[in-house]
């Protein structure tokens, strides 16, 4: 069975990017031995303080981040991250070639009840000849070359796009390597199957109502199937089922917050699960347009989401 370097190997993967998957893997790999601990070591909690977006941090928020930026910035292929957790991005080496954006530890208001998380990661290649800045790191996301996440589940597995497909990788503690299980993924395009936070239905639009309505009516209704929902509040764990067994996902806007675009942000979770998603013949959009089509205007930008199988993306759509 072909191990994770195997495989970026036979896909020609530059040398420079397989250093920088090799770090954020590894790194992984130990967050993942860290959250098997979990109350043994005392990382349970929060941290007792906040991000920039003002959401309250559990202690292995600021762990993995910091476990992430510290492994990054020591590479030197790396000229800047960005991370969720992180109020500005981090400049590291000038003359590396690749930028990358992360939350380290995404649904972690899972990490108390011992229930699924992970963590999500986007890169690009952009060389200068000064320090990155923020307006450097603005790239639309159709420009990543690489896109994954780390799922921490009963097993901890790699879900990675180069922009050729999309392979997942299981890891063998027996070998401490990630080992290709499931190649060139592919969505079905029809589904029964759908994810979205419903204790937010009063605050959304009208078009989203119908449409959610439409699917819980099933056979009785319109769309003239039955639907099950399914909810991981982690959206690794939603789009990992998505790309398993097909299904749709939604967090839509809503007028709880109207200053909002969006709950999830472009840079670190939007915009490489777009690119997951479309690698495996899904679709990725908000209400008005393709994801990987928009050009960011903050590092921390919120979008609407709405990705999964492509005919169901579609039939949302038109609603």
């Given amino acids: 069975m072909q191990n994770l370097s195997d495989v970026l190997a036979v896909s020609s993967t530059p040398e420079k990017l397989n250093t920088v998957l090799t770090v954020t893997t590894d790194t992984c790999i130990a967050i993942s031995d860290a959250l098997k601990q979990g109350s043994l070591a005392g990382i349970l909690g929060m941290a007792g303080n906040e991000n920039v977006q003002g959401e309250e941090q559990k202690k292995l928020d600021v ?27 981090v400049p590291a080496n000038t003359d590396g070639e690749y930028f990358i954006a992360f939350d380290p530890l995404d649904g972690s208001s899972n990490i108390d009840i011992n229930a699924m998380v992970g963590t999500i990661f986007s890169i690009y290649h952009q060389t200068g000849d000064k320090p990155a800045t923020e307006a450097d790191f603005l790239i639309p996301g159709k ?58 239905q009063r605050f959304w639009s009208d078009n989203i109502q119908n449409y959610v309505n439409d699917l819980v009516k099933g056979k009785d209704g319109a769309r003239d199937k039955n ?17 398993c067994r097909g299904g749709i996902f939604l967090y839509p806007w809503d007028n709880k917050d109207p200053s909002k675009a969006g709950k999830l942000r472009l840079m670190y979770e939007a915009n490489p699960m777009a690119m997951l998603l479309e690698q495996a013949s899904g679709k990725a959009h908000t209400h008005t347009q393709r994801i990987l089509d928009i050009h960011p205007e903050a590092i921390h930008q919120r979008v609407a989401v709405i990705i999964g199988a492509a005919n169901e993306v579609d039939k949302c759509l038109s609603y």
Avoid at 173 to 193: A, G, S
């Fill in 227 to 243: 639907f099950n929902m399914r909810w991981v509040a982690a959206m690794v764990g939603d789009v990992h089922r998505i790309l």
């Fill in 63 to 89: 762990i993995s981040n910091d476990m992430l930026k510290s492994a990054l910035l020591e590479c030197s292929a790396v000229r800047a991250i960005a991370s969720e957790e992180e109020d500005y991005i």
């Fill in 143 to 200: 420009e990543q070359v690489a896109a994954g996440y780390v799922l921490y589940g009963p097993s901890t597995m790699l879900v990675l796009t180069t922009g050729k497909g999309v392979n997942m990788f299981t890891y063998d503690p027996t070998k401490q390597v990630f080992t290709l299980t499931h190649e060139n993924v592919q969505i079905p395009k029809e589904t029964q199957e759908f994810a979205i936070n419903m204790s937010n």
